[in-house]
């Protein structure tokens, strides 16, 4: 299964916005739903975001209600999360992935991640 290959983080401030992508292959767009998680030094990886494909619901981490929201490009094999009122807490490697919905937990491979720092 080829992995994802995510984009789109970088250095913002605090208070920015970033909008990460992720593009996958055809087979795993197949999967129920994908999600975002990401990934703090130190820290566990943990869940940021999930869209569900068959009924377009969407779930988040509750670190990140009401500040990210995950779409998908139904014209491309993307995945976007659009990352508003950024704060430092939410420095971290992102990474996107095909997900079992109702847990929130990764079923595919993972891809390299793109890095997000949000200055103070």
């Known amino acids: 299964?080829?992995?994802?290959?995510?984009?789109?983080?970088?250095?913002?401030?605090?208070g920015g916005?970033?909008?990460l992508s992720?593009?996958?292959?055809?087979?795993?767009?197949?999967?129920?739903?994908?999600?975002?998680f990401r990934q703090a030094p130190g820290k566990?990886?943990?869940f940021?975001?999930?869209l569900s494909w068959s009924t377009a619901n969407a779930k988040y981490g509750d670190s990140v209600k009401g500040r990210f929201f995950i779409s998908r490009d139904y014209t491309t094999n993307a995945v976007h999360v659009q990352?508003?009122?950024?704060?430092p807490e939410d420095t971290a490697v992102y990474y996107c992935?095909?997900?079992?919905?109702?847990?929130?937990?990764?079923?595919?491979?993972?891809?390299?991640?793109?890095?997000?720092?949000?200055?103070?």
């Open 44 to 46: 566990e990886r943990e």
């Open 22 to 36: 992720c593009i996958v292959s055809a087979r795993t767009l197949h999967s129920e739903a994908m999600g975002w």
């Open 83 to 87: 990352m508003n009122n950024l704060t």
């Open 1 to 14: 299964q080829e992995q994802p290959q995510e984009s789109g983080g970088g250095l913002v401030q605090a």
């Open 48 to 50: 940021v975001a999930g």
């Open 97 to 120: 992935n095909a997900i079992n919905y109702n847990g929130a937990f990764a079923i595919g491979p993972w891809g390299q991640g793109t890095q997000v720092t949000v200055s103070s």
């Open 17 to 19: 916005s970033l909008r």
